[in-house]
């Protein structure tokens, strides 16, 4: 169980274009989800944390006009990067937060933005 | 804010040798620590879950303990094998991720 899937696993979009990424939990309900920014051989940089229902709450220096996160069920949430740059070609992962606050996470998008 | 060190930062073993990684809190008020792997270019695989009533956990050659008092938890591996080889991660219950360990362990 607690397996979470991420779609696009792969996206190339040209500068100036808005990109959506999904993430799902497919075996169980998470009202918490995270959506983390790595770059190369670097760890993960929490962007924000996503709450089913309500607004997501941005980390100092994530702009969130330009990631938009929406949860709108147990199981979904997106992130949308808008107006694409090559600065925001990375490699995005989301997790899921299940009981005990334990994290499950999804495989990644890589993003490459021309 | 609370920053997360791990040590070392890489670490290269021949293959049956036991091995310690460490991961440490600034913030050393830590009830809740999970400890995961990255291979390259995927997403995290939770290995352990250390929750607040508890110290430490096992899991088949793996154990992780979590000293609440000094912020500071080590993931032991028994006799590694080339599989192990990866990036290992550790966070907190903020969710702030460690610079990981990248283990090479060699045939």
């Known amino acids: 169980g607690a397996v979470v899937s991420q779609h696009p696993s792969r996206v190339i979009c040209k500068s100036g274009t808005s990109v959506k990424i999904e993430c799902r939990s497919l075996?169980?309900?998470?009202?918490?989800m995270f959506w983390y920014r790595q770059f190369p051989k670097k760890s993960l940089m929490l962007m924000a944390t996503s709450n089913e229902g309500s607004k997501a709450t941005y980390e100092q220096g994530v702009e969130k006009d330009k990631f938009l996160i929406n949860h709108a069920s147990l199981t979904l949430s997106t992130l949308t990067v808008t107006s694409a740059h090559p600065e925001d070609s990375s490699f995005y992962i989301c997790s899921a937060l299940r009981d005990f606050n334990e994290q499950f996470f999804g495989p990644g998008t890589r993003l490459t933005v021309l | 804010k609370q920053e997360v060190t791990q040590i070392p930062a890489a670490l290269s073993v021949p293959e049956g040798e036991n091995l310690v990684l460490n991961c440490s809190f600034t913030d050393s008020a830590i009830y809740n620590l999970q400890w995961f792997r990255q291979d390259p270019g995927k997403g995290l695989t939770s290995l352990l879950l250390i929750q607040s009533s508890q110290r430490e956990q096992t899991s088949g050659r793996l154990n992780a303990s979590l000293d609440k008092s000094s912020g500071r938890s080590t993931l032991y591996i028994a006799a590694s094998q080339p599989g192990d080889s990866a990036t290992y991660l550790c966070a907190g219950q903020n969710f702030v991720f460690g610079p990981g360990t990248r283990l090479s362990v060699l045939p």
């Open positions: 075996d169980f309900q998470a009202t918490t």
